[in-house]
């Protein structure tokens, strides 16, 4: 496979790297009225201006944060440990030592953990310091992708003479911070540094496209540790925890998970069908529910008294079931409702299909909400996730994601879907004569 960084673009700065490089020296002289800063770029000069804040040298090495064996320990526990090989398969496929760029993975502190890439390349950037245990952050060495892109909380690009330092500027560098998929907190930064070839257009699409795709993989791996049998995180005797995050997992199981996270540990705990229809209800009307609605939600309409009854009764032993593990979240009255929020599965994969992030989405759709609760508030919601998923791949998956889809039981007798996996693929693929006898199939029935 060709290397992504084999074909040089020319890249077209908006100042000339002469006037850049006076505007830092009169930055670097404490000019910082000099009017040559007006023509660099705001983000690069508020930038400078930030290196100076932190008294970052204009030719200083960065530091060693890392030993050789802290840096084997630390990055042996760190998250994105587990994705290493993907960056490598996405930023450097093929004769890595002959890409002419190097890629490193960096901690959300800015210290490279991985440098990887063209030898020769490697070796040069190594005399400035780039290397597996160096401290890259702005407040470090000032000015560069790595760094920047942590302080910014965003994708940049640093072309040339727009790096603080001295000893960086024949480089330039393209970067994109890492993020958990669940919680939003900074994982760390994938940075790829070289000549003209790292920072054109298609290089930070490329940088963006790895980052998302590490954490769609981060939240996989998640989901599928997560899908063990529930006997395996009940061995430990419950403990009560001030939750800092909750998740409710009620996808593909009649018996959902409740899963509370703080104070340094997690415990999980399985639910009965009911208590996990009315967790789920109050989780999905966030805004609280009379006692009357939310027996109609669970019991249907028309249960009068006796209904009320028995959803009182039901509310107190919900109540003493998360007194035990979660006081936090046992719920109030008058109305019904939460007083912390709880994340769901389900949410979870509507919120990847708002960002169309599809193939993540269908692999953490593990199977219908509740499958086997004729609650009718549950019904309706089972109804809103299938359709949401269902209609979000048919307007913009891929083929592929579309044929995995029909693989569900959710998609199973889905003629629409099928036949719109027929148009889409190619007219010698090998898929279609399976796709038209179970449409053949299907319709005869």
């Known amino acids: ?64 944060d890392l030993t050789a ?9 760190h998250p994105l440990a587990a994705v290493i090989d993907m960056v490598r398969g996405l930023l450097l496929p093929g004769e890595a030592s002959e890409s002419g760029v190097v890629v490193a993975v960096g901690d959300a502190a800015g210290r490279l953990l991985w440098v990887e890439g063209d030898r020769h390349v490697r070796a040069l950037t190594g005399d400035m310091g780039f290397v597996e245990g160096a401290n890259w952050s702005e407040a470090a060495v000032g000015t560069a992708a790595p760094g920047t892109a942590l302080a910014l909380d965003r994708s940049v ?23 958990d998929p669940e919680t939003r907190r900074l994982l760390g930064v994938i940075d790829v540094t070289g000549g ?58 009649d018996r959902a998970l409740l899963e509370v996270a703080g104070e340094g540990v997690e415990t999980v705990s399985e639910l009965g069908p009911r208590h996990a229809e009315l967790l789920l209800m109050l989780t999905a009307h966030r805004q609280g529910l009379s006692a009357e609605r939310l027996g109609e939600l669970v019991y249907g309409e028309g249960g009068g008294d006796a209904a009320s009854v028995t959803l009182r009764a039901e509310m107190v032993r919900l109540r003493k079931v998360l007194e035990k593990t979660a006081p936090a979240l046992v719920p109030q009255s008058r109305p019904y409702r939460l007083p912390v929020e709880i994340e769901t599965d389900a949410h979870q994969v509507l ?83 399976g796709l038209v006898a179970r449409i053949e199939r299907l319709e005869s029935d």
């Open 351 to 433: 919120s990847l299909l708002d960002r169309g992030a599809h193939r993540v989405a269908l692999a953490a759709y593990r199977g219908e909400v509740l499958p086997d609760s004729v609650a009718p508030g549950v019904e309706e919601f089972r109804d809103t996730v299938r359709t949401a998923l269902r209609e979000a791949l048919m307007a913009e998956a891929s083929v592929d994601v579309l044929l995995a889809f029909a693989d569900t039981d959710a998609a199973a007798d889905d003629v629409e879907l099928l036949r719109l996996c027929l148009s889409m693929l190619p007219a010698r693929s090998p898929r279609r004569a």
């Open 69 to 77: 064996d802290e840096l084997e320990a630390y990055r042996r526990a």
């Open 157 to 179: 690009q640093i072309t040339g003479a727009e790096h603080f330092n001295r000893l960086v500027q024949p480089w330039s560098c393209t970067a994109a911070p890492v993020h």
């Open 1 to 64: 496979m060709s290397s992504p960084w084999s074909q040089r673009r020319e890249v077209s700065p908006e100042t000339s790297r002469l006037l850049i490089e006076r505007a830092h020296e009169e930055l670097v002289a404490g000019n910082l009225a000099d009017e040559r800063l007006r023509d660099v770029r705001s983000l690069v000069r508020d930038s400078w201006r930030r290196s100076l804040d932190s008294l970052v040298g204009a030719e200083a090495q960065p530091p060693l």
């Open 196 to 253: 003209v070839e790292a920072v054109t257009p298609q290089a930070q699409l490329l940088v963006d496209a790895t980052a998302r795709a590490i954490e769609g993989e981060l939240l996989v791996s998640r989901l599928r540790a997560r899908a063990a049998p529930p006997r395996a995180v009940r061995r430990a005797p419950p403990r009560r925890v001030e939750p800092t995050r909750a998740v409710l997992r009620v996808l593909g199981r």
